[in-house]
């Protein structure tokens, strides 16, 4: 069974940095591309970054473009996302999911962590 | 950038049937995926390619994508379905995946 386990969110504070982690299980995790995907408090789902299977590929949403960096460690079976410079609307709950698929054009997130919430706030 | 809508919310009595649309331009040329999240809860992934279950996803959810508009259909509506629901196709030019705006299913 596939386990995803995210952990380091917290409070922090506006411009200040954090780092999420994502502890994979139960899979090859080099075989897949990961997301980090996010839901602010009452909101709908709104993707963050993808990487592909050997972090030789990423794609960041324009909102965090030039703060945000995902990054992976094969050999840890973990995913992760630096968040520097934060604003009060990165609030929320961050979770990563497994990508699956054929090819650009059929991905989707097949497998989702519990999340971790992160709070900006002054 | 692709976008996908969604209607805020639908209302079923339970045992009815309740259709979920998601409209998109020409996205009967994409596929499709859908996402199911109940309050407190992470989302999970009900229908993907159009109208494939993952293993353990009740036959009672199928999908549907032609033309402007794919659809999530649930068969004999339960109270234990009441959730979020979202659609999501992937941008390939991009490379990203997209979100509709999500539909909240009420079972009456």
């Known amino acids: 069974e596939v386990q995803l386990v995210e952990s380091g969110g917290g409070v922090v504070r506006p411009g200040g940095s954090l780092r999420l982690s994502c502890a994979a299980s139960?899979?090859?995790?080099?075989?897949?591309?990961m997301s980090w995907v996010r839901q602010a408090p009452g909101k709908g789902l709104e993707w963050v970054s993808v990487i592909n299977w050997n972090g030789g590929s990423t794609s960041y949403a324009d909102s965090v473009k030039g703060r945000f960096t995902i990054s992976r460690d094969n050999a840890k079976n973990s995913l992760y996302l630096q968040m520097d410079s934060v604003r009060v609307e990165d609030t929320a709950i961050y979770y990563c999911a497994r990508r699956r698929g054929f090819g650009s054009g059929s991905y989707y997130l097949d497998s989702w962590g519990q999340g971790t919430l992160v709070m900006v706030s002054p | 950038s692709y976008v996908l809508t969604q209607a805020p919310s639908v209302s079923v009595a339970p045992g009815k049937t309740a259709k979920i649309t998601c409209g998109g331009n020409?996205?009967?040329?994409?596929?499709v995926h859908w996402y199911q999240q109940k309050p407190g809860q992470a989302p999970v992934l009900v229908i993907h390619?159009?109208?494939d279950r993952p293993s353990g996803i009740p036959e009672r959810f199928s999908g549907s994508n032609s033309g402007n508009t794919a659809t999530l259909t649930i068969s004999r509506v339960e109270a234990g379905d009441e959730a979020d629901y979202y659609c999501q196709v992937w941008d390939s030019s991009s490379d990203h995946p997209v979100f509709g705006g999500g539909t909240n299913l009420t079972v009456l």
């Open positions: 020409s996205i009967g040329r994409k596929s």
């Open positions: 139960g899979l090859m995790f080099d075989d897949y591309g």
């Open positions: 390619h159009n109208s």
